[in-house]
């Protein structure tokens, strides 16, 4: 597996059909599912670490972030990685940027309104990715559901010549979703947090039970949350829109997003209408190598 910093190395070292897998770093078995996804069927698979800044509001949350790029290295290798790509902001903005891609309504509910401007960091970035390695197949997680909508419109929009693969969410042994963020819970925070994914199994059993209608599910959700997250939103959205509904219908997503002391989670579950089923993802058996290393 090679480490290089710029694109125009990936482009060298690309063969045959290629596989982006664009992250923030500090990978957990979330992000190495998406990457054996793409080793499965792709013959060079790249995987971006980059911070990246356009997306955060909060300095705060940004500086925060966790990092630790020799451990991304060597966990990519593990899952099937053939390139990682970690540019630095130098090599991603020489210059300050004047271009701005901004998806419209797909990105304005859910997290477009609680995150003024985080989609638009999004989509820049994804798009100078998409640029920049050039794949011919791109694997997000569904644990971003909205992201995923997002994507998937810039990409119809701006005739991206790439297959968007969306992927399951990986939760961990309690059914938290993973994310980078959870190693800054205490263990009192991860108590209140996990709370946001038993509200959505809640929402899920009885979505899945007969005939709630949105706001009886989205009332279960609310109800099984600790009081002491403060949540931002709940939504059933369409997977496809990520437009809010009021009504339940096609493929769509029952979301969540929450506040525990300074650390801002979400997560969702897939709602099928067609067959009343849920995705609601897979589970770890034991605990996460997030928590590997002692932190
Ligand atoms: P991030 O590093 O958080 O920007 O995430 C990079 C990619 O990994 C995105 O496509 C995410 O949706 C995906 N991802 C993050 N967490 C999970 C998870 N728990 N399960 C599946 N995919 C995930």
Known sequence: MRVVEDFASVRSLARGVVGLVPTMGFLHEGHLSLIGAAAADT???????????????????????????DRDVALAESAGADVVVAPGVEEMFPVAPETVVSVGSVAAPMEGLHRPGHFDGVATIVAKLFAGVGPDRAYFGRKDAQQLAVVRTMVRDLSFPIDVVGRPIVREHDGLALSSRNVRLSDADRLKAVTLSQGLMAGADLFESGDASV?????????????????????????????????????????????????????????????????????????????????
């Open 43 to 69: 013959d060079t698979v790249v995987v971006s670490v980059f911070v990246n800044p356009l997306q955060f509001g909060e300095a705060s949350d940004l500086s925060s972030y966790p990092r630790d790029l």
């Open 215 to 295: 706001d009886e599910i989205i009332g279960a959700v609310r109800r099984r949350v600790s009081a002491d997250v403060s949540v931002e939103y709940v939504e059933i959205a369409g997977s496809e829109t990520a437009a809010p509904a009021s009504d339940l219908g096609g493929e769509q997503f029952l979301a969540i997003a929450g506040r525990i002391g300074d650390v801002r989670l979400i997560d969702n579950v897939t709602l099928d209408n067609g067959t009343r089923t849920v995705d609601r993802g897979t589970r770890l058996d034991g605990p996460s190598i997030l928590y590997e290393g002692g932190s």
